[in-house]
């Protein structure tokens, strides 16, 4: 078991450039999550599925952001057009059912020059 | 509105001290709880979960943790801190059967030689 995989582990992009992240859950798991960590407002939720349907992306951007799972084996999260204030650490976690903790991946590194 | 409350944003302890880090949260009924450790550029890593019976939970590494009801409060506990304790503690909560996680804030531990 491989744990949680989440590609690439580091990204640079200029403002205005699309950033897309990659994140492969544990094989089994029902439910993954997208988290935004930043030194200034720490660990944010942003989105989570949930047997590959969207449950809740009240965490979300707006505008620009976007999440989806195509399948049981990676979900992506898209950044159009990024600003230098997107920069930050994207979480990816998954967890095998209601109330059941959460395992991480490593987290991608964004840096949006 | 369900919170996490981790009051203190950093702790210093010297090596060999015991340690208490304070979490607080705000849930109807009772929630399930988490402890979360992130070492430095690593996702989080489970320490210790709570969803029913004993107060007192074990964790990986010596840590314990102690759910009051009472209190609101699920307090982080080690007898005696390594240095390599040195990272950022996550408390976290959901609600009985739930697949969304409440992150607190986060609790940074120096542990001093």
């Known amino acids: 078991n491989a744990g949680v995989i989440q590609t690439p582990r580091h990204k640079v992009t200029g403002k205005g450039q699309e950033a897309t992240l990659w994140c492969e859950p544990i094989?089994?798991?029902?439910?993954v999550f997208w988290y935004r960590q930043t030194i200034v407002q720490g660990l944010e939720f942003l989105t989570y599925f949930r047997n590959q349907a969207p449950i809740d992306d009240s965490g979300m951007p707006k505008e620009r952001f976007s999440a989806q799972m195509p399948n049981q084996s990676h979900s992506t999260l898209k950044i159009q057009s990024t600003q230098p204030q997107d920069s930050a650490v994207y979480l990816c976690?998954?967890?095998?059912?209601?109330?059941?903790?959460?395992?991480f991946g490593p987290g991608t590194r964004l840096t949006v020059l | 509105a369900q919170s996490v409350t981790q009051p203190d944003a950093r702790v210093t302890v010297s090596e060999g001290a015991s340690l208490q880090l304070r979490c607080k949260y705000s849930?109807?009924?009772?929630?399930?709880l988490f402890w979360y450790v992130q070492y430095q550029r690593q996702g989080l890593q489970l320490l210790l979960k709570y969803y029913s019976g004993d107060p007192v939970v074990q964790g990986v590494n010596g840590f314990e943790a102690e759910f009051s009801k009472s209190d609101s409060s699920f307090h982080l506990r080690k007898a005696s801190v390594h240095w390599s304790d040195s990272a950022v503690y996550f408390c976290a909560a959901s609600r009985t059967g739930g697949y969304k996680v409440v992150f607190g804030s986060g609790t940074r531990l120096l542990v001093s030689p």
């Open positions: 094989s089994g798991h029902s439910a």
């Open positions: 976690a998954s967890s095998s059912g209601a109330g059941a903790e959460q395992f």
């Open positions: 849930y109807s009924g009772t929630p399930y």
